[in-house]
C-alpha cells in the first residue's frame, strides 16, 4: 500500500517537527548541525518545515548525532480511515533496504550490524 500525496505530505510535516523538537532538545543550532550532516542551513530548515524529503541516511546520522533512537524522530500518524502510517513507513523502509542490497538477509545483517554500532557509539 502506498501513502497518497496528503498522507506523505503530513508524515513529512510531523517528521520534519519531530527532527526540529530533537535539535532544540539537544542544544545544537541548525547551522552547526547541517555542516555536520553535510547539508545546507536551507536544506536543514526546508527538511523541518517538511518542504524536503531527507534521505534514510541522513536521517540515521542525524539521530546518531543528536543522540536519540532513530524511532523516536518518525510520527505516530493514522488517517480518518485507521490505517497506522508508521507501519506502512516500516514496510516501505524494509523494502527500500531489501532493494539496496538485492537480499533480504544481507539487508537484515546490515542493519542489525548499524544498531549494534549506534548503540554501542551511545555508551
Given amino acids: 500500500m502506498v501513502l497518497a500525496k496528503e498522507e506523505q505530505d503530513i508524515f513529512y510535516k510531523k517528521l520534519g517537527g519531530l527532527i526540529r ?3 532544540k532538545n ?3 543550532k541548525q547551522e552547526f548541525l547541517a555542516m ?3 547539508l545546507t542551513r536551507t536544506s536543514l530548515v526546508n527538511i523541518e518545515h517538511g518542504n524536503q524529503k531527507i534521505q534514510l ?3 540515521l546520522d542525524l539521530a546518531r548525532i543528536i543522540n536519540v533512537e532513530v524511532t ?3 510520527p505516530k500518524l493514522e488517517n480518518d480511515k485507521s490505517l497506522d502510517l ?3 513507513f516500516e514496510v ?3 523494502k527500500e533496504i531489501e532493494q539496496k542490497f538485492d537480499d533480504r538477509d544481507l539487508a537484515m545483517q546490515k542493519l542489525k550490524h548499524f544498531y549494534k554500532i549506534t548503540q554501542y557509539k551511545k555508551r
Fill in 57 to 59: 541516511h541522513v536521517l
Fill in 21 to 23: 523538537s530533537a535539535r
Fill in 36 to 38: 555536520e550532516l553535510g
Fill in 26 to 28: 539537544a542544544k545544537y
Fill in 72 to 74: 523516536e524522530l518518525l
Fill in 86 to 88: 508508521n507501519s506502512k
Fill in 92 to 94: 516501505n523502509l524494509s
